[in-house]
């Protein structure tokens, strides 16, 4: 296992939806009970590909999420390895009945794939834009969250989930994402990635917020404040021994996150912390709030998800050292 930072903040030119597509026709390639179950969806994800070479295996119900979630389960149900796509406010909130009791406690291993999470969403809008999406899944026994960053990690966490013998939900950012790590770049569900050494704080992002926590550790080195940052691509199972490590090495935490606070990845480090290690915690992500119509840089911003922010919640966590 390996990975390479890239580091340039630079946008790719690619779209991150090809990661999951790239890895997708490798699978069903490799494997013929490998499937994927879109929601009407399959231009907005590229998964064209896939039902063009793979006709019998791409299955698109419609828009009908609930229907679709359903017949995901019967497929897994039967031995065949499923991934299931739709919106993530779709594939969560319309669609979590259904992902509960077909899925999970019948124990049936389907990965679900959520596009658009946060404010990815951007010009779909508020309706369209799951800020509580994994605070959903969080809840459910066994299951597997992953929030990944860009091309190398969806391509490689997409492998890795359809060798994984649990159910699953993937965030999926579509379209322009900043290039994190170098193609080739290998992941493991549950584990955490120290991208950036430091001792007076750690930063700990995932998805869209890496980039921004790497931003946020330039601005710090260069006022002399040295700030640990981990890339947390898995929120369920969670690597608790980086964390802890962290923790006890950096003495506080900042957790920056795409989601509401109150259910994700930072309230998943705050119950570890409290009973393990308790450590001053800032939060960056959502703070209960909907959400709402604007290009994605706009949103950024609105909701505080910037580097500045970042290094602002840093320096107080510091302070409360």
């Known amino acids: 296992m390996s990975i390479e930072l890239i580091g340039k903040h630079e946008k790719d030119k690619r779209a991150n939806r090809d990661g999951y597509v790239a890895a997708m ?6 494997d ?23 006709p019998t295996r791409t299955i698109n119900v419609g828009i009908a999420e609930q229907n679709g979630m359903g017949v995901a389960a019967g497929m897994a149900a039967t031995g065949l390895t499923v991934f299931m796509h739709s919106f993530g406010c779709f594939s969560s909130r319309r669609a979590f009945d259904q992902a509960f009791l077909a899925v999970a406690y019948e124990e049936c291993p389907v990965h679900i794939v959520g596009s658009d999470p946060g404010v990815t969403a951007a010009f779909n809008g508020g309706t369209h834009m799951p800020f509580e ?23 490689s966490l997409t492998k890795k989930l359809a060798a994984c013998d ?4 993937q965030r999926l ?5 900043v290039t994190v790590y170098a193609d080739g770049s290998d992941f493991e569900i ?11 704080v750690a930063i700990i992002a995932s998805g869209i917020m890496v980039d921004e926590a790497l931003k946020a550790n330039e601005i710090l080195a260069a006022e002399g404040i040295a700030a640990r ?18 923790a006890a ?60 922010d970042i290094v602002a919640a840093a320096k107080k966590a510091i302070s409360r050292k």
């Open 25 to 30: 026709m490798e699978l069903m390639e490799a």
């Open 32 to 54: 013929n009970k490998v499937c994927h179950v879109d929601c009407d969806l399959e231009s907005c994800i590229n998964t064209t590909k896939l039902a063009k070479a793979f």
């Open 133 to 155: 999406d994994c605070g959903l899944y969080m809840n459910v026994p066994n299951m597997v969250i992953v929030d990944t960053a860009d091309y190398a990690q969806t391509y």
């Open 166 to 169: 649990k159910p699953s939900y």
């Open 173 to 177: 950012i579509r379209k322009g994402f």
């Open 190 to 200: 549950g584990k955490g990635y120290e991208l950036k050494e430091g001792n007076d």
């Open 229 to 246: 940052v981990i890339d947390m691509p898995t929120w369920k199972p969670l690597d608790e021994e980086i964390i802890l490590k962290a």
């Open 249 to 308: 090495e950096c003495g506080c935490i900042v957790t920056a996150e795409n989601h509401q606070v109150a259910t994700g990845l930072g309230s998943a480090i705050s119950n570890l912390l409290i009973k393990n290690s308790p450590v001053p915690q800032e939060f960056i992500g959502i703070q209960n709030r909907f959400g709402q119509v604007g290009p994605q840089d706009f949103l950024q911003k609105e909701y505080n998800l910037l580097a500045e």
